[in-house]
């Protein structure tokens, strides 16, 4: 996969085809939720976590590339984004944004500028 903000790392240890739903979903710094949705298009890779009632039950959309690590025994994704970071994450409905390109864009934007790694994620 192309080494971009919608496609999962080749280091993250993800692979296509594996069934993510109901995976629990680790930041940096804890426990965010579980997946509730998820896709492996190339370049258009991404999670939906419910983060119960962390949030007051939010759901929010992670892009592929915040994923750094997969572990498959205890079903677990890791994030490199804080817990923070997803808290104020734009809101996201899936029924309605999934479809809805100018709120992927805000989303995009959003994690472009908030990206962990310093200096947004265009030299990756």
């Known amino acids: 996969m192309t080494d971009h903000l919608w496609s999962f790392s ?10 993510l739903t109901g995976w629990r979903v680790e930041a940096a710094d804890g ?11 190339v370049d258009d890779s991404y999670l939906v976590v419910d983060t119960g009632v962390w949030i007051f039950g939010k759901e929010v959309l992670i892009p592929a590339r ?3 690590g997969v572990d498959l025994e205890e079903q677990t994704l890791h994030l490199a984004l804080s817990k923070e970071q997803v808290k104020d ?5 899936s ?3 999934l479809a809805d390109r100018q709120n992927r864009e805000e989303i995009d934007q959003y994690y472009r500028a908030s990206w962990p790694f310093g200096g947004g994620v265009g030299g990756f």
Request: hydrophobic share 30%.
């Open 95 to 97: 029924d309605k944004h």
């Open 66 to 68: 915040a994923v750094t």
């Open 10 to 19: 080749a280091e993250s240890g993800h692979l296509a085809g594996t069934d």
């Open 31 to 41: 426990h965010i939720g579980k997946v509730d949705k998820h896709s492996d298009e």
């Open 89 to 93: 994450s734009p809101e996201f409905v």
